[in-house]
Every structure is written in C-alpha cells, then in structure tokens.
C-alpha cells in the first residue's frame, strides 16, 4: 500500500501548490497549459490504445461496458458525489466538481494505475506507483491553477481504487495473463483519449465515467475470445 499512499499525498500536494499559484498564473498561461495538457493526454490515451490486438473485442468491451454504465449511472453518481463534497468546501461556482470528476478520472483510469497497484500487490515494489506519483502530482498543479481544491480530494478514489487493486492482487493472479493486461491498456487508453478530448473543448463531452465499466468487461471478453477465437 505504500506506492498507493504515496501516490494519492503527491496528488493532495500538487493541487495544494497549485491552488496557491491560481491567482499568479494569467488566464491565457493557464489556457495555453491545459490546452498542452490535454492534447498529451489524448496522445497517451491514443497510443495506449492502439496497443490492442483485436480491434472487435475493445469495441465490445467499450459498448456494453458504456451501457452498464448507463444503468449504473456512474458518471451521475461520481459527479454528485463532487456537488456533496462542493457543497462541503467550496463556494458553489462549479469548478470543484469540475476538477475532482477530471482528476479522479485522469488518475484512476490507464495502465500505470492498473500495473502499479498489481506490481506493488504481487511483488512488493513500488517503482510504478512512484514514478506515476511524480506524474500525478505534477498534473496536479496544473489542474489545481485552472479547476480549484476539488483536485485535491481526487486522491480518495485514487486510494480506493489502486488500494483496493493492491490488495486484490494475490486473488486475481491466475487471470492476468499477457492478453489481458494488453486489452486493459488498450480500453483504459481508449478512455483517457476521451476524457483529453473532453478537456480539450467544451463543444465535447464524452461520459467516460459511464464507460468505466469496459475496463472490467474486457478482462472477461479476453477469456471468452481466449477460449473461442472470433
């Protein structure tokens, strides 16, 4: 748990330091960096996916996982969970909401999160786990200059979500096959594209939250094509 621990302080950090830089940066330097940051994360997201195998079982996995999503009402969820914690510590303008969904998503969903808490689950190491701290808490800053403190509290998702893998692990070893790992990266790739296209415009909106389901589809459609080739 220690690379998890790290990781979400690197967050809580980052964004401290930024909310503390949001009145130094000019409007059009914050502009111009969240533009830079998101076309890096939709070349990220882009090459993570183009990483896939078999183009048909990401499509598949990104389809049902998008309409579990619907029923579940992820992203509906996830967003009043942030209009809560607004309603708790921010003055009501919108931006916190807007930066805990952003940071939770960005930092929750890609293959540095899935093979760091498995790295630091099955083997003890933190070395990806800290390596992506260093990243986190730099995005952090960035974020936090244009969307507020709400990046902040992205860290407890961040927590659960890699705590809750790191732990996992050792149960779910047997199904982490070479294939998997690859058709993960590729979905969670296809989402981060979505949310760097979300960021990159407000003409855009994607509910990448509704389609996080698809990274857990994945792992199951990889064992059925496994078994019967299409």
């Known amino acids: 748990m220690l ?31 969240m533009q830079g ?7 990220i997201g882009l090459s993570m996916a183009l990483e896939t195998q078999n183009v048909l079982l990401v499509t598949l996995s990104t389809v049902i996982g ?4 619907e029923f579940l009402k992820i992203e509906e969820r996830l967003n009043g969970f942030g209009r809560r ?14 930066g805990f969904v ?34 986190d ?25 890699q705590g809750s893998i790191t732990l996992a692990a050792s149960y779910v070893k047997p199904l982490l096959t070479d294939a998997i790992i ?8 296809l989402l981060i594209f979505a949310i760097g296209a979300n960021m990159l415009t407000d003409k855009i909106h994607i509910r990448v939250g509704n389609l996080l389901p698809a990274i857990i589809v994945v792992v199951f459609l990889t064992i059925i094509f496994d078994l019967w080739p299409f």
């Open 85 to 98: 914690l607004e309603k708790r510590f921010s003055n009501g303008d919108g931006a916190f909401t807007r």
């Open 66 to 69: 998008g309409i579990l999503g």
């Open 182 to 189: 690859r058709e993960m990266t590729a979905v969670g790739g």
């Open 37 to 43: 940051v998101s076309l890096t994360v939709i070349l």
């Open 3 to 33: 690379g998890t621990i790290v990781n979400a302080a690197a967050i809580i950090a980052g964004a401290l330091l930024g909310n503390l830089l949001k009145s130094g940066l000019r409007s059009n330097v914050k502009e111009i960096v």
């Open 137 to 161: 808490g730099v995005t952090s800053v960035v974020f936090a200059s244009s969307m507020g403190v709400g990046v902040a509290f992205s860290a407890l998702p961040v927590f659960l979500y």
């Open 102 to 135: 952003t940071a939770s998503l960005v930092f929750c969903v890609g293959a540095m999160a899935i093979m760091g808490s498995l790295e630091s689950g099955l083997t003890g190491r933190h070395t990806t786990l800290f390596v992506k701290s260093i990243l």
